[in-house]
């Protein structure tokens, strides 16, 4: 699947550091040519003999080591490469990455490069979580690198957490997947098709001047109107309460609400007619039993205020649908899968859109996701951190793919 595709794979100094051998190996087993940059740390993790014998090919660790004297190598390498991947990805890269610094062979073609970049952390779980590095990947993120998110598990130092590189079989999966996106397989998989998105958070009025509502942002919806509009699809954006300019033109078409049941009766006026409706917005479960018509004077010490429960748009959608494809999201704490699968179900969804709105680059108002995936037959997809934007491709990839002609696959 990666036959003549052209990898730059940058090898940093940390443990694992080992697999790059396996990682090396498998891409050049797929098709890939690989060229592989290795930092005067790594060298002492593994030798570039190794690695010049997986990749067959030069192996690069100095910048003022050239190799060929037509041309500059680093700058070569830069302009050769379709995908930079930087596996294992210490701190250290990370940050000169962040912070633009161009001090080794490694750095500097990355700097130089043009070509999308990919890495793929390892690190002691104190490292991974620390403010420093959560920020110097946020940043990153946002520019369009993009994460394989490492695993969880027993690491190297003995503490056991989240940081250990991620299997070489998975990172080559993800590798696939983003030349698949690239060679342009789904342009136009959803042309002809209308697609209903709900962004943002729903705003519940105690009174004129004050309501109930969540931290929604409405930027994952935003970024699944924008992505199934490259996919040719007619678009309805439903959006309540949201922060940032929605995605406005040709090809989508903008309706703001207010309360869930605004969102429901604006939903159920384009249902029929449409192929997928994605419920990305964060709807209020509740609403207040009254509504007061004027300002609610202050008296006494506390104050009592009766909810009562708001429609439940997802769950109406999933018995009212007779073929559309249905996406819900679920954002959770723990246990994402049982909730997620609970939920699909629960709600006859097609797909559920899962995440842990407590990791770094997963919650509420970031410019990232990590998100799973699943259909009823369980996982289908774990994403690793991405953009918004890369994340909706994906999602909106794989509904495309479960479309039937007129019908949806069940």
Known sequence: ???????????????????????????????AEVRVIMTESAVKFITELTMQTLSKAPVFTDTFDEKDPAVIAHINLADWADLVLVAPATANIIAKMAAGLADDMLSTTLLATEAPIMAAPAMNVHMYQHPAVVRNMNELAQRGVMFVEPGSGLLACGYVGKGRLEEPEQIVAVVERFFEQQDGRSKGALAGKKVVVTAGGTVERIDPVRYITNDSSGKMGFALAEAARELGAEVVLIAGSTTGQPPAGKGIEL????????????????????????????????????QADRKMKKSGDTMTLELVKNIDILEQLGQKKTGQFLIGFA?????????????????????IVANDVTSEGAGFGTDTNIVQIYDHEGLVERLPQLSKLETARRILEVAAGRLEGPGVER
């Open 255 to 290: 309706e703001r609400v207010q309360s869930a049941q605004n969102m429901y009766d604006a939903v159920m006026r384009h249902f029929d007619s449409s192929d997928i409706v994605i419920k990305a917005a964060a709807v209020a479960d509740y609403r207040p039993a009254v």
């Open 1 to 31: 699947m990666l036959t003549g595709k052209k990898i730059v794979l940058g090898v940093t100094g940390g443990i694992a550091a080992f697999k790059a051998a396996s990682l090396c190996s498998k891409l050049v087993k797929q098709g």
């Open 331 to 351: 954002a959770e704490t723990n246990d994402v899968e049982h909730y997620a699968m609970d939920k699909l179900r629960r709600k006859n969804c097609d797909l």
